[in-house]
Structure formats: C-alpha cells, structure tokens
C-alpha cells in the first residue's frame, strides 16, 4: 500500500534523526550563514536524507529545507517544511538537545507533521486530528499539563517586537519568577515538550508563517488541545506575530497579562 502523508511526516523525521545521531561529536565543518549563525555538516547531510525520503514517496510535492531552501513546483499546493537540526549550536558543542522536524503545509492548513528527538529516540506526531509520542514503536497520546510549571523561553533573535516585547524583560518579571520556572532550551524540541506536558508552556518572538523551526510543534500542541496565540493573544500568524503555547488556558492567560504589562 502507498505511505500515508503522516507515515511520511515519520519516516523522514526519523530519517534525519539518525543522521544527527550518528555524526553527534564528530568533527563537523560549520558553514557560516548570516548574523553570526551557521549550519554543520549534520544539518546538511540530515535535510538530504529528509528530502531523499520525501521525494521518494512525493516527487510532485514542493519542499522548503532550512538549508537547501524551496525546490518543487512553484506555487505548489503541498509544501514539505523542514528543519533538518534545530539546535544546531547545541550540537556543535556536544549538547544533546535538538529536534529534527517535518511538516506538511496543503494550502494554508498544516495537515501532518512530525518532530523526532534524535538522542531519546522518540517521536512526536500528528496527524492533524490528534497527537502522539512514539517510544519502541508504541504511540502513546500526547497529554498538555501546566503541573511543572516550567516554561521555555526563545531568547534567540530576532526580536520584531522590541522594545515592546523583550523575552529577557519576561523572565525578569517578578510576576513571571512568583508563578513559573523559566528553561531556556535554545531548540524547538520544547515545543513539543508542552503537548507532552513536560513543559507548561513555551514563548517567542518572531514572524513564524511556515516556519520550518515550528510548523510541526505548532501543529502538535494544536492537536494536543493546548491553547496557542501570537504574543498579543490574536490567532498565531496574525497581528503583532511571536507564539505563547500553553499547557492550558490559565498558565496562557497568565503569561499574556505578564507580556502585556511590558
């Protein structure tokens, strides 16, 4: 039988992931990209591997690689978004924490998508109805819970909003240190960590319209039933952009308050 589009998602995340593992420590030529950022040879070897599996099974669909950019037919219908390492300044420094992502964009919807932790092994899915982990070749549902009360900041740039959102202004708040714990992961993995309920919830700034950095955790905290605005708490991709994803709708709207008192 054909590959579904979700066991697609899958197959090329998990693709990529073990690209990433295998080269993890190995010394890595960095290719210097703009604004001090780079990819190594690991992003580039994992998105050929990711693009390999996709256009095995999809030949006519467009792709949008983080390195290699958008190839396909233009003005395509369906659009791959993949982020073959996100992470990658973790990497480089022997950090095992990095996500690999896919995810599938039909018109304006994104319909599959799927975030692989290279080094515990699992996978977190959607096929946008609803969400799972994958450990040992079980899916187990994906289940938000603010109980840690952690939350993850991005405090990567860049910053559209600044000066009136500033994620180091957030986590100064002494309302922000009264309610929650800040983390600072420095990888989209912890978005997927909030529709496993190992993150109450998670911040950024940042015009993210297909994203290849979140289009799959966005996906997958929707599908888990969290609840998700841009920073001034209007639909993600409208108005003043950035992302609040939360466990729940209490830890959301204790966040939106601390970032509107900025």
Sequence with gaps: MPITDVELARTAAQAGA??????????????????????TAADVEAEQAILDVIRTARPGDAVTGEESGPTGPAGAERMWLVDPLCGTLNYAVHTMLAAVNVALRVGSDITVAASADPFADEVFWTDGVRAYIRRGGVDEPLKP?????LVD??????FPNSPAFRAAALLADPGFAERFRPRVVSTTLAVAWVAA???AAYVTDGRLHDSVHF????????AAGCVLTGLDGRPPHTGAGGLIVAAD??????????????
């Design 215 to 222: 289009a799959a955790g966005i996906a997958l905290c929707r």
């Design 153 to 158: 900041v991005n405090l990567d740039p860049p």
């Design 145 to 149: 819970s603010p109980d840690s009360r």
């Design 249 to 262: 709708r209490e830890t959301h709207a204790a966040l939106l308050d601390l970032i509107r008192n900025q």
């Design 18 to 39: 073990a690209v990433v593992r295998t080269m993890f420590g190995a010394p890595l030529t960095r290719l210097e990209k703009s604004g001090g950022d780079f990819a």
């Design 197 to 199: 309920g190992r993150r």
